[in-house]
């Protein structure tokens, strides 16, 4: 497990087995999935000023990063 904060694991916990299931069968979520640890680990590293960005670029991964994560829970919840 990663030590970024917001990994998927750690947001939905009861839906870990659910998340790898899916992502070896619904392309859809394996893409929104990739995606998600994409742009939260570019949040991350944002914050933490390893590469620091613009305070609105930042504005705006987040936005992104808490889109992803509202379709992913709609897919979970689903």
């Given at each position: 497990m990663s030590h970024t904060p917001h990994e998927?694991?750690?947001?939905?916990?009861?839906?870990?087995?659910?998340?790898?299931?899916?992502?070896?069968?619904?392309a859809h979520f394996a893409k929104l999935f990739d995606e998600y640890h994409e742009i939260n680990r570019a949040v991350h590293r944002a914050e933490t000023n390893v590469e620091p960005v613009e305070e609105l670029a930042?504005?705006?991964?987040?936005?992104k990063r808490g889109l992803l994560k509202d379709q992913i829970w709609g897919i979970l919840s689903a």
């Open positions: 998927l694991a750690e947001e939905f916990p009861d839906s870990v087995e659910r998340m790898h299931e899916l992502k070896q069968s619904d930042e504005v705006e991964m987040r936005k």
